[in-house]
């Protein structure tokens, strides 16, 4: 039998609300596969744990995860403590510590899930993102010249590698190839005249490896309006670290919303853990009051069994995501429900229980 140890981070608002439901769910389905399972380690890091102790995880936080098959996050941030710092030295410092350059979101709108737009049929809106996770506009380089003086001065580089470009984008190509999908670069080359004409020029030149691939490039701002428009357009997707932050949100309200957006910030060569968590934040404007959607957290503990190759597992667990939506009796308050966090998790187990 094999033991996966899991580090579980659940972090502050709604994020450990909606991490026991998805604990809840892998522990089920270790249980009917019978052949392998999960050992959790719960770690209290987070706004709270800074309150009492400067600091939102421990000095030798990085070093202590590292012993983890995989890390399952909830949310991180909560007013009080100033978003900068909690997100920086907790989700930040995890994504790059362990070198996780491959952040994949998938925005596949699921049979029952609401929709927004208008004329557009649900197998339209099937993407998977492929958003750079480790450079870019999240380098984290900068300055801050004469602070509080009338000359102040502040400086955010954009920090664009070859090394950090060519990985993501091959990536992108190879996840097209497998899944014989077009792929699609959004970028800003008109603007950024530095940074996002090096992407497109090697966008171009890693596509001449993947001659099989159909590819499109588009600019940011074209490409968040026919995301809309004309979603269809879009499968497989690569783009910047900050372009990808955005284009996700607006993936999740044509999706589904918020409650149904998951991602995996992935360290292909594993030599790190990778991380699973929803994309959104801590909700605090409906945090302890039970009812925050667990599914974008159940969704990102698929994609944690599809990366230790368990996606027949993966798989089972979003269609029941699926079914408890095409069923519509269990929902949360987003989805236009009136059922609690715990309701839709014990949902999701009674349609994986079959
Ligand atoms: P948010 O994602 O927390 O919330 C945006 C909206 O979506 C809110 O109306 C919220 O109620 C709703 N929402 C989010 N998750 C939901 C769920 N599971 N079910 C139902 N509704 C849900 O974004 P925000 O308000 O901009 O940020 C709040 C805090 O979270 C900030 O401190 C921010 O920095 C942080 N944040 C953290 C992460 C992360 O940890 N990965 C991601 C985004 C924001
Ligand atoms: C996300 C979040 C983070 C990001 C924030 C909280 C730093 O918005 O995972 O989408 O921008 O990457
Ligand atoms: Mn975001």
Redesign the pocket.
Known sequence: MDTYKIAVIP?????P??LREGMKVLKRVSELSGRFQFEDTWFPWG?EYYLKNGRMMPEDGIEILKEYDAIY???????G?P?HI??WD??LTIRKNFDQYVNLRPVKLLKGAPCPLKDVAREDINMTFIRENSEGEYAGSGSWLFKNKPNEVVIQDGVFSRVGCERIIRYAYETARKEKRSLTSISKGNALNYSMVFWDQIFKEVGGEYPDVETHSYLVDAASMFMVKDPGRFEVVVTSNLFGDILT?LGAAISG????AA?ANLNPERKYPSMF???????????GKG???????VWAASQMLDSFGHEDWGKKVLDAIEAVLEDGRCL????FGTSS?SQVGDAILEKING
């Open positions: 972090g502050d608002g709604v994020g609300e909606v706004c996050l909830g949310a991180v941030g909560y007013p403590v978003d909690s997100l907790l989700l949100d919303g918020m409650g149904l991602g968590e929803p994309i959104h934040g801590s909700a605090p404007d409906i945090a009812i925050a959607n667990p599914m974008a957290s949360t308050p987003d989805l966090t």
